[in-house]
């Protein structure tokens, strides 16, 4: 262990994390690997984006169409019949973007509405949703607790396909960024199967979705298996760098892993950090760097006032503008 209390890696730690032994070919699971070499990224892409390794995604059986529909609070919920607890499958769509924070208390949530409120300035209309299905309280950090809207305790009873188009309109929004939490902070028992399907049905949408996903969330597994591109907060303290080695073993490695690792990116979190500490982090991890978010005393201010994140000129929007780069990236590489 060094004086910055990180332990030393073996060698071989990223190649661990970042590989997996393919299927036989030929067999159903196999997973289809495009050719590998230069994509072309635009002009105005960072040049810490252009650097970011960009992970094969697999092909994923087609979605099946379910039949039959019931209408519960306005909101048309479409089932096969005597199948309403089967969950529909997350598919790999570019269009998801996942913020997990490996510790509490580094401002995950405040970042995913961020992502989600620079995605929509500067393209389509965006949704975040929060997975906290235990405590929620997502909307209380965007400030859209008073604006009218479906919240998840109105969606509990949802199953299958829930058409994006017709719940959108429903849920609280400001500038283009809808926000799916719970009423005042206390869902009263969501299913998960509710949770998978609506999340599901949000990334078919025209809507770019933006997950405030907690680790211990049952959706987790879900959502790694659909392709998300998923952003892991990490904080620099002895203790929360424990926290992140054992996420990124969670999320690369653990039992809701699928077969081929996440698209994972990483912001660090704390003070002005130097360069060699953050670069030391990065290579004891194994993951990609997306940005450092240095404390700024402008976000508790702007959080004070009721501002929606990522609206004042601070650090977290310029974190989220590094966020939103590597989506557009991502993107376009697809």
Not at 7 to 25: A, D, K, N, Q, V
Not at 189 to 212: C, F, K, N, Q, Y
Not at 279 to 303: F, I, K, Q, T, Y
């Amino acid at each position: 262990m060094g004086h910055d209390g990180l332990t030393r890696s073996p060698s071989g730690l990223s190649e661990r994390r970042t590989g997996f032994s393919p299927p036989e070919l030929g067999s159903p699971t196999a997973p289809v690997v495009p050719p590998t070499g230069a994509v072309p990224y635009p002009d105005d892409v960072p040049a810490q984006v252009r650097s970011t390794p960009v992970r094969p995604v697999r092909t994923r059986r087609p979605q099946v169409v379910a039949r039959g529909a019931v209408v519960h609070r306005s909101v048309v919920v479409v089932a096969p019949p005597g199948r309403g607890d089967e969950p529909v499958r997350m598919t790999s769509h570019q269009r998801v973007t996942a913020v997990v924070g490996a510790s509490g208390g580094l401002g995950a949530s405040t970042l995913a509405l961020a992502v989600g409120r620079r995605l929509a300035a500067t393209g389509p209309p965006s949704v975040v949703v929060d997975l906290d299905l235990l405590r929620g309280g997502l909307e209380v950090t965007a400030g859209v607790e008073h604006l009218p809207g479906r919240r998840w305790d109105d969606l509990r009873h949802a199953r299958g396909r829930v058409p994006p188009e017709a719940l959108l309109p429903l849920l609280p929004a400001e500038e283009g960024c809808a926000v799916l939490s719970a009423r005042g902070g206390a869902p009263p028992g969501v299913p998960e199967v509710a949770a998978r399907d609506v999340v599901a049905a949000l990334a078919h949408g025209p809507a770019r979705v933006v997950l405030d996903l907690p680790l211990a969330s049952p959706v987790l597994p879900h959502v790694l298996a659909g392709g998300a591109l998923v952003v892991l907060l990490v904080g620099l303290r002895t203790r929360a760098l424990a926290d992140a080695d054992a996420a990124v073993s969670r999320l690369l490695d653990g039992p809701e892993a699928p077969e081929v690792p996440p698209d994972l990116r990483l912001v660090t979190r704390g003070g002005r950090a130097g360069t060699d500490v953050v670069d030391e982090v990065v290579a004891h991890l194994g993951v990609a760097h997306l940005h450092h978010l240095a404390d700024d005393p402008h976000v508790s201010r702007d959080a004070e006032r009721g501002l929606f994140p990522g609206t004042g000129r601070d650090g977290i929007r310029r974190c989220a503008d590094a966020v939103v780069a590597a989506v557009d990236a991502v993107a376009v590489a697809s």
